[in-house]
């Protein structure tokens, strides 16, 4: 062996085997907190201060089963635990077998009673904690009575703090004055001058045991609430503190609290990075050094199995997780069914124009495509098989009128203009979750103009007016049939158990995500089945989209369910993946001209919905763990020929995109007349030359504005400078050059870029006179700065916090930055060097 590769391998296999003896120092750490749990010593521990005096016992002591029975023990290990529980026989701990007295709004089920009961456990022993029982199975009361525990039976009156996500602050405030009303609660949230009085009047007298605030307000008010030492400091949806460089989650670490304890309905083993901040949240001087954690876990695969199930060893005594298979008997059961749309005529003839746009990013091979582009093609595509309006110019008009437009233009609307009726009929009520806002509006139009009453919560809607919306649907005899909510803003902490009926309109990332949104409805205290229905178009990307989330979901529940995590970067979409997303369907696509959509019973449909349902759950349950890392659907069909999420029509596109040949994985375009395209996406992308790397540029007029994607003139601008630049160019009679680096279809797309050369015309003096007038209306006063510094500022405050965003943008007052945000979440997928960060956490939310 070469000296230098010796040298590595030996350098490689003491970094391994360092990372193993960190990860063992750290399981004997926790392996004494367990030990802790068990016996209740009474030892300081290092996730937070010593109590100032041993607790006392509230009854007679409770008898534990203590030590593990996996192994016979000496003589000598039995006299030192009998020794043991005689040492700490007068630190009982409270252990409910019934709901406490002090629960006054009902019955606690028996697996909520155990989670109290943990929840005691680690309080008495001083070890903070992580709630991640799944959505639906009570985590806010099983908080609220370990607050009445301590009220009641250790008797101190707080003061505790409970930070929510603002949606849910009213459902929380409500479920206390419910459950334990002897607990005094006051909220903190509303503008200022509220604020101010609520401070004075109340907060500051101290005559309360439970301050409940929101993530926002933590930051904006975070001197008031330094001023108290709390018992118990509580965050619900703790994933909002898993980057440990977000305001939010420097200053929940500065709050003083004797315990903390996180509360989350998702699995918290998914990324390494994101669980050491919660980790060091709860124990600071246990998990003091992200970077030496990150360290323990750069190994090759063959010893990652290891050093997980280690770190899982880590976690045992501070997490508790329970689904609701395994204990909420009594709940009625979900049934998802998958239902596939075909594409209207418009949205087909749309779809096909994005593709071609972009053909040569379709036909490209290897790593030469940017990712941001291709991320960005993906999310037109999204935007078409939702609703071809959501294209500026689009809808017939003016004048804009809502009637069967509306449905027949939209594969998606025809389906739900069918569904909805049926569901009507039979006494159901409706949750409708959607990504895009804009989406949203265009459904809103469709309810009133079918007579749909309905409630619509988004980011955007009032705090206020959210929980009027969500009271008002659950109140008994409400007329409202249906919840439109956006699938991030209305799918954490709300209860709305009265609807038995969800539709995914469009489907998240984020498997995830999606499962929050069902459980809006799936919940205690629903009373029906619940029904899922997600909408997925036939032969498009959302195809691929709803696969891929599968096997994540797949993935993540067998790795956990085995003590073990996902690898980060199974998380994030490659280059591949998106290209063969964007690519799926295509052939079928541009072969077909008009519309897809079947004019079926809504029966039959959802008939055949099932049946692919099964389908697809059937093959999922065939794949192995190596399978879903690799996000490969490889089984077996009906004649024993494998299958894969890569075989389209027979070809496996793997095996084409490994190929060096350009014309290996071809998708053939439709023959069709050329038509200019004068979209904002075009023209920057003509003007930076995205597409052709290697050719020179263009010339462009002398005089022409220097304008900027991220100052969002009005469409029309581009229209007229793509129509300027094209006549510059024949009035200097400019000749494309051919570039042989583009692919079998160059010098068909050249001869095209050519004509329209040839036929471009100058700007008539109307035309000159509007360009004018449209260079006025962008945000002409925004920099490069100033754009960087609200990208900045949305990442650390996140996007609906204004006030504290304004602040950090130099030189803009509040009103000019809400002006820009509201333009800028319409048509962020406008921007084309965005970089990748941005596109990441914001205009896709991956």
């Not at 509006?441 to 705090?463: A, Q």
């Amino acid at each position: 062996m070469d000296p230098a590769q010796e040298s590595n391998s030996g350098t490689h296999a003491n970094n391994v085997q360092g990372a193993l003896q960190q990860l063992d120092l750290l399981v004997e750490k926790a392996e004494h907190y367990a030990q802790v749990k068990l016996i209740g010593s009474g030892t300081k521990d290092l996730s937070s201060p010593s109590r100032i005096k041993q607790e006392q016992p509230i009854s007679s002591p409770t008898s534990h089963s203590f030590g593990d029975h996996r192994h016979r023990r000496t003589e000598k290990e039995e006299d030192e635990e009998l020794l043991t529980e005689t040492k700490h026989s007068s630190s009982g701990i409270q252990r409910f077998e019934a709901s406490p007295w002090y629960v006054k709004g009902g019955e606690m089920r028996d697996y909520q009673i155990r989670g109290l009961n943990w929840m005691i456990q680690l309080h008495h022993n001083n070890i903070n904690g992580i709630l991640a029982d799944e959505m639906g199975l009570g985590k806010t009361l099983q908080t609220i009575s370990l607050l009445g525990y301590i009220k009641h039976c250790r008797h101190k009156h707080g003061p505790h703090m409970v930070i929510v996500p603002k949606s849910t602050l009213s459902n929380w405030m409500n479920e206390f004055a419910r459950w334990v009303p002897s607990l005094r609660t006051v909220s903190l949230i509303g503008n200022q001058d509220e604020r101010n009085q609520k401070i004075q009047e109340e907060i500051l007298k101290k005559e309360w045991d439970v301050i409940v605030t929101s993530y926002e307000m933590c930051i904006k008010e975070k001197s008031v609430l330094k001023k108290f030492h709390y018992i118990y400091l509580i965050i619900d949806e703790a994933h909002r503190i898993k980057n440990e460089k977000s305001k939010l989650s420097e200053i929940v670490r500065d709050f003083r609290s004797q315990n903390r304890l996180l509360i989350t309905g998702t699995p918290l083993q998914n990324n390494l990075h994101e669980l050491w901040a919660l980790l060091n949240f709860l124990m600071p001087d246990l998990f003091s050094s992200s970077e030496m954690f990150d360290d323990m876990f750069k190994t090759d695969n063959d010893h990652e199995e290891s050093l997980v199930q280690r770190l899982h060893a880590v976690l045992k005594p501070f997490l508790l997780r329970r689904i609701k298979a395994d204990v909420e008997k009594r709940l009625p059961p979900k049934k998802e069914c998958k239902i596939y749309i075909g594409l209207s005529k418009m949205q087909r003839d749309l779809y096909t124009k994005i593709l071609m746009k972009d053909i040569d990013v379709v036909n490209s091979v290897g790593n030469k495509v940017d990712r941001l582009r291709l991320l960005n093609i993906l999310m037109q595509l999204r935007k078409c098989c939702n609703h071809p309006y959501l294209f500026d110019g689009l809808e017939p008009g003016p004048p804009f009128t809502t009637d069967h437009h509306l449905v027949d233009n939209c594969g998606k609307l025809m389906l739900l203009d069918k569904l909805l009726p049926k569901l009507k009929q039979q006494g159901s009520r409706v949750l409708l979750f959607c990504q895009m806002t804009r989406m949203m509006d265009i459904l809103e139009d469709y309810c009133l103009w079918r007579g749909h009453e309905y409630f619509r919560l988004d980011g955007s809607t009032p705090h206020e007016e959210r929980q009027i919306s969500i009271d008002e649907y659950n109140r008994p005899g409400s007329t409202k049939f249906l919840f439109m909510l956006s699938t991030r803003a209305g799918g954490l902490g709300i209860n709305l158990a009265t609807a038995d009926v969800v539709i995914i309109y469009d489907s998240d990332w984020n498997p995830q995500v999606d499962l929050q949104a069902m459980d809006r409805a799936h919940r205690i205290g629903q009373t029906k089945t619940v029904r899922v229905f997600r909408l997925i178009t036939e032969h498009t990307v959302e195809e691929r989209i709803i696969m891929r989330a599968e096997m994540k979901l797949k993935l993540d529940n067998l790795v956990i369910q085995q003590g073990r995590l996902v690898e980060q970067k199974s998380n994030q979409l490659q280059k591949g993946d998106v290209l063969d997303m964007i690519r799926h369907g295509a052939n079928y696509i541009f072969r077909s001209k008009d519309s897809d959509f079947k004019d079926e019973d809504i029966d039959i449909i959802l008939a055949r919905g099932e049946q692919k349902t099964a389908e697809m759950n059937e093959k999922l349950a065939q794949l192995g763990e190596s399978n879903l890392r690799s996000l490969k659907f490889d089984t077996a069909d009906e004649n024993g020929a494998p299958t894969s999420a890569y075989i389209f029509e027979g070809e496996d596109y793997r095996e084409k995109q490994s190929r060096t040949s350009l014309l290996d994985g071809w998708i053939e375009p439709p023959k069709r007349e050329r038509k200019a395209n004068y979209a904002v996406d075009a023209y920057f992308r003509e003007a930076l030359r995205v597409s052709e790397p290697k050719a020179p540029k263009p010339p462009r007029p002398p005089k022409q504005p220097n304008v900027q994607d991220f100052q969002f003139f009005p469409p029309r601008l581009f229209e007229l400078l793509d129509k300027e630049i094209y006549a510059f160019r024949k009035s200097i009679n400019y000749k494309v050059p051919r570039n042989p680096d583009v692919g079998p279809d160059g010098e068909r797309d050249r001869l095209e870029e050519q004509a329209r050369i040839d036929e471009a015309e100058p700007l008539t003096e109307e035309e000159l006179a509007e360009k004018e007038e449209l260079l006025t209306q962008g945000f002409t006063n925004w920099s490069k700065r100033d754009f960087q510094q609200f990208i900045k500022a949305n990442e650390k405050h996140g996007r609906d916090d204004l006030e504290a965003i304004s602040v950090d943008v130099e030189g803009k007052t509040p009103d000019e930055v809400k002006r820009y945000a509201r333009v800028f979440w319409t048509r962020c997928n406008e921007l084309q060097d965005v970089d990748k960060h941005m596109a990441q956490k914001f205009i896709l939310l991956i």
